[in-house]
């Protein structure tokens, strides 16, 4: 089974309508991260969470919103989404600091269509 | 501003030869750096990683060099097989930032038979 669960992993939504991805992990980490991938862009980091109580914006938040419901589930939002927003999101984990804490566990992407 | 760049945005290699991937970067304070593959419809996989007190970094076909005077590092892939055709992003992390990821761009590779 994988370690980070996506839902869905496609949807074509319409203009102003809202919008909530899944992400769950088994991995037991704390931390979790929402990512989005661009053509040329690479991927940019939206929201993330050290722990449940624990909850900072990215470089790109505007639009979106987050929920830590708890350890393993980080959900993001789009309030009411715009054409803009269609792109791939990531969902990805990581563990307490220690001599691997930066690398990061991805989930599968969920591509998102905002007509 | 992209702190992690990586110029080159499609590689083309045959099969048995050497891959060369390049990324650099503008912030000094970046102290740790990591080489992710990502195939079509998958998350993004670790692949390397070096941390700032070291120059190279060695896995199997994989070697990571590191030149912080140049804030350069790049990614050797030797010999190169067709299953690594893939997308490979470069990512840069600062301890006083604990553990958020700068990405570039990425780099798509083909390995030709």
């Known amino acids: 089974d994988a370690d980070v669960t996506q839902t869905p992993r496609n949807r074509i939504t319409k203009t102003g309508k809202r919008i909530m991805l899944e992400c769950s992990q088994t991995k037991g980490h704390d931390r979790m991260y929402w990512y989005r991938q661009d053509p040329g862009l690479g991927l940019r980091l939206i929201y993330y969470?050290?722990?449940?109580?624990?909850?900072n914006k990215g470089e790109i938040s505007d639009g979106y919103s987050v929920s830590r419901q708890a350890q393993a589930k980080f959900s993001l939002s789009l309030e009411s989404a715009i054409p803009n927003q269609t792109a791939l999101y990531f969902c990805?984990?990581?563990?307490?600091?220690?001599?691997?804490?930066?690398?990061?566990?991805f989930g599968p992407g969920t591509r998102l269509t905002v007509l | 501003d992209q702190q992690v760049k990586q110029n080159s945005p499609s590689l083309s290699v045959q099969e048995g030869r050497i891959s060369i991937l390049n990324c650099d970067y503008t912030?000094?304070?970046?102290?740790?750096f990591l080489w992710y593959k990502k195939y079509p419809a998958e998350g993004p996989t670790f692949l390397i990683s070096?941390?700032?007190?070291?120059d190279k970094n060695e896995d199997g076909r994989f070697t990571v060099f590191l030149n912080k005077s140049a804030k350069h590092l790049s990614l050797h892939i030797v010999p190169s097989q067709p299953g690594d055709s893939a997308v490979y992003f470069c990512?840069?992390?600062?301890?006083?930032?604990?553990?958020?990821?700068?990405f570039g761009a990425g780099t798509q590779v083909v390995v030709t038979p």
């Open positions: 070096i941390s700032s007190i070291k």
């Open positions: 990805a984990t990581s563990g307490d600091p220690g001599p691997t804490y930066n690398e990061q566990f």
């Open positions: 990512a840069a992390s600062a301890r006083s930032s604990w553990g958020k990821l700068q």
């Open positions: 912030n000094s304070m970046f102290d740790y």
């Open positions: 969470s050290f722990d449940v109580k624990d909850i």
